[in-house]
Every structure is written in structure tokens, then in C-alpha cells.
């Protein structure tokens, strides 16, 4: 089992940035997909990034794509989820996410029912 523990959350202004981080332990060599998803209130959870170990396949939802960037450190036991230009809309719980599925180039990601491990979420909070 995968434990995660997602943090970099908080309070910033329109246009900030924030750097989210995940920290996997545990049995992660059972994973090879990692994925980044967000929930507002009355909203269902939504994909953001992802990424494969190799970090050559890293889809984006098109809300993001161009302002978020996910990487993972060298020794792949942690996932980052790099937030520019950060807008109200992106006001969410943000949770990373771990699956032993594959992401496949050119189709679309894998979504929630995908991932069987999830992290407790870190809040982000963006002002107008």
C-alpha cells in the first residue's frame, strides 16, 4: 500500500504561483502512473497532471495546460504540481494520486476510478 502526503497549500492572489508537493512511502514501486486531481465544494474530484515514471508522458487538463507543471525528484518518492499564474477558478482541494495503470500517448488519462491510492489533499486558495 501506498501512503501520500500532499502539502504546499495556502491563501495567494490572483497570479501567484504555489508548488505543491507528495510525498510517496511505502510499497511505490507498485505504481506507475502519478496524478494530480482537484476538488471544489459541490464539484466532483477533476483531473489536472499526470505523469509516468519516465516523465515522457504528462497529459494535462486543458484548464492548466500552459500554467501547471508536474515533475517528480530523481529518486521518484516524490511528485511536484508547479501552479503559475494562478487564477479563482483554481480554488480546490488538490490531491495527488497513485495507479498501477499505464498512461498511454495520445489518449486520454486515466481518470479517478483509475487511481487506487490518494493522498488527504492540500487546500489552495486563490483571491481575486
Known amino acids: 500500500q501506498v501512503q501520500l502526503v500532499e502539502s504546499g497549500g495556502g491563501l495567494v492572489q490572483a497570479g501567484d504561483s504555489l508548488r505543491l508537493s507528495c510525498a510517496a512511502s511505502g510499497r511505490f514501486l507498485d505504481f506507475n502512473t502519478l496524478g494530480w486531481f482537484r476538488q471544489s465544494p459541490g464539484k466532483e474530484r477533476e483531473f489536472v497532471a499526470a505523469m509516468n515514471w519516465r516523465g515522457d508522458i504528462r497529459p494535462y487538463a486543458d484548464s492548466v495546460q500552459g500554467r501547471f507543471k508536474i515533475s517528480r525528484n530523481s529518486a521518484k518518492t516524490s511528485v511536484y504540481l508547479q501552479m503559475n499564474d494562478l487564477r479563482p477558478e483554481d480554488t480546490a482541494l488538490y490531491y495527488c494520486?497513485?495507479?498501477?495503470?499505464?498512461?498511454?500517448?495520445?489518449?486520454?488519462?486515466?481518470?479517478?476510478?483509475?487511481?487506487?491510492?490518494w493522498g488527504q489533499g492540500t487546500q489552495v486558495t486563490v483571491s481575486s
Open positions: 494520486a497513485t495507479s498501477t495503470l499505464f498512461l498511454q500517448r495520445g489518449q486520454p488519462p486515466l481518470g479517478v476510478r483509475d487511481y487506487a491510492s
